[in-house]
C-alpha cells in the first residue's frame, strides 16, 4: 500500500483553465504539506496543514487553495492557471520529523 | 525564504568509488536531513542528524555536521549504479517548514 499518494501523476491542461490534485496518506500523519518544484529542482513548501489547520502558507498566488476535507486528505486546487505554474507538485506528510513523499504530479500549463 | 546550498551540483563518478556531497545552511536548525530522488519519482527519507550531533551512520550513508561552519556532507561508500539519483538536503527548524536545497546529482558509471 502506497503510504503518501496522489492524483494524478501526469496533468497538461490550458492556461485560464482550473484543476485539481489529490493526495491521500494512510500513514496516520497529522502534518501534511504540499510543494512546488521548479525546473531547477528547487523545492518550496506552499502549504503546510496540522490537524486540518492551516500553519504556513508562503507568499503563493491566492489561485492556489488547500482543501483538507479530513486528516488524512490534503487536495490542492488551482485556479486560473497560468504557464508559469508549470512544475511538479508534492505532496508530503511528517511524523517526529521525516517527511514521507508522494510521487508527485507533473503539471504543464499549455 | 532561504534555502541550504548543496555542492556539487552534479557529480559523476566509477561504481565502487566513493560519493561525498556537501550542503550548507544559513540559520540555526532543529536537524539536518538527506533525502533522494530518483529520477521522475518522489523523495526518500535517507537519514536525520540532530543539531546536537556531530556524525550519523545508516549502512553505506554517513553523515556530518558541522554546526559552526553550518554545513554537512553526506558520505555513500562503495556506490553503486541504484545510487544514480539527485541528493537533497533539508533543513528544520523545527516549525512544520523543511528549507531545501537545489540538490546534487549523481551519476554512477559502471
Known amino acids: 500500500d502506497t503510504a503518501v499518494s496522489q492524483t494524478p501523476k501526469y496533468l497538461v491542461t490550458q492556461m485560464g483553465n482550473d484543476k485539481s490534485i489529490k493526495c491521500e496518506q494512510n500513514?496516520?500523519?497529522?502534518?501534511m504539506y504540499w510543494y512546488k518544484q521548479d525546473s531547477k529542482k528547487f523545492l518550496k513548501i506552499m502549504f503546510s496543514y496540522n490537524n486540518k489547520e492551516l500553519i504556513i502558507n508562503e507568499t503563493v498566488p491566492n489561485r492556489f487553495s488547500p482543501k483538507s476535507p479530513d486528516k488524512a486528505h490534503l487536495n490542492l486546487h488551482i485556479n486560473s492557471l497560468e504557464l508559469g505554474d508549470s512544475a511538479v507538485y508534492f505532496c508530503?506528510?511528517?511524523?517526529?520529523?521525516?517527511?514521507?513523499f508522494g510521487q508527485g504530479t507533473r503539471l504543464t500549463v499549455v | 525564504s532561504q534555502q541550504g546550498e548543496e555542492d556539487p551540483q552534479a557529480l559523476s563518478i566509477q561504481e565502487g568509488e566513493n560519493a561525498t556531497m556537501n550542503c550548507s545552511y544559513k540559520t540555526s536548525i532543529n536537524n539536518l536531513q538527506w533525502y533522494r530522488q530518483n529520477s521522475g519519482r518522489g523523495l526518500v527519507h535517507l537519514i536525520l542528524i540532530r543539531s546536537n550531533e556531530r556524525e550519523k551512520h545508516s549502512g553505506r550513508l554517513r553523515v556530518t555536521l558541522d554546526t559552526s561552519k553550518k554545513s554537512s556532507s553526506l558520505l555513500i561508500t562503495a556506490s553503486r549504479a541504484a545510487d544514480t539519483a539527485s541528493y537533497f538536503c533539508?533543513?528544520?527548524?523545527?516549525?512544520?517548514?523543511?528549507?531545501w536545497g537545489a540538490g546534487t546529482k549523481l551519476i554512477i558509471k559502471p
Open positions: 533539508a533543513t528544520d527548524k523545527g516549525n512544520y517548514q523543511l528549507i
Open positions: 508530503a506528510s511528517s511524523f517526529l520529523d521525516e517527511a514521507f
Open positions: 500513514l496516520g500523519h497529522d502534518t
